[in-house]
Nanobody, 126 residues
Framework: QVRLVASGGGLVRTGDSLSLSCAVS????????MGWFRQTPGKEREFVAG????????DYSDAVKGRFTISSDSTKNMMFLQMNTLKPEDTAVYYC???????????????????WGQGTQVTVSS
């Protein structure tokens, strides 16, 4: 059974940095796409960043490109999101997600992912 556990959220100030982690257990290790999404009350879950586990290809939303970096460590079965130069509009609950895939195409729609972590709150004060 696949299980994702997200951690690392917190309260920071504008311009600060924060790192999120996602621990993955279960399932084959090579054929997956992993992503970070975020959601605020009343809004759809929004794609933030994704990584192809096998080849390392990454993709980012325009809102975070240049500020956030997604990475993975296959030896530890972990995924990370390094968030720099945080803004108040980055405030959200952040979720990690997994999609089984034989390609390195990184979907940006939440309904294309198969498994989800529980979410971790990130709050950026102005």
């Amino acid at each position: 059974q696949v299980r994702l556990v997200a951690s690392g959220g917190g309260l920071v100030r504008t311009g600060d940095s924060l790192s999120l982690s996602c621990a993955v257990s279960g399932g084959p290790f090579s054929t997956r796409i992993m992503g970070w999404f975020r959601q605020t009350p009343g809004k759809e879950r929004e794609f933030v960043a994704g990584v192809a586990w096998n080849g390392g290809r990454t993709d980012y939303s325009d809102a975070v490109k240049g500020r956030f970096t997604i990475s993975s460590d296959s030896t530890k079965n972990m995924m990370f999101l390094q968030m720099n130069t945080l803004k108040p509009e980055d405030t959200a609950v952040y979720y990690c997600a997994l999609r089984w895939s034989l390609t390195e195409t990184i979907p940006k729609l939440a309904n294309e992912y198969d498994f989800w972590g529980q979410g971790t709150q990130v709050t950026v004060s102005s």
